[in-house]
């Protein structure tokens, strides 16, 4: 979750292929058009609209489980 507004969200997601439309919970009228974006060897790729950066699960950007 964003800690301020100028911050890109980031998701983490189970699948290396994603869609990204922009709404939020809070706006979900104020998006963008759905693009759909696919998660290379690098683990993680970013909305070209919004920069919501979506991170696979397990994959090698995730460093959520890392101690």
């Known amino acids: 979750m964003a800690t301020d507004p100028f ?3 980031t998701v983490f997601v189970d699948s290396p292929r994603v869609a990204c439309d922009g709404a939020t919970d809070i706006s979900p009228a104020l998006g ?4 759909y974006l696919q998660i290379d060897e690098k683990g993680f790729v970013d909305c070209g609209y919004c920069d919501k ?4 699960k397990g994959g090698a950007a995730d460093t959520s489980t890392t101690a």
């Open 7 to 9: 911050t890109p969200e």
């Open 53 to 56: 950066r979506f991170i696979l």
């Open 32 to 35: 963008h058009p759905r693009v």
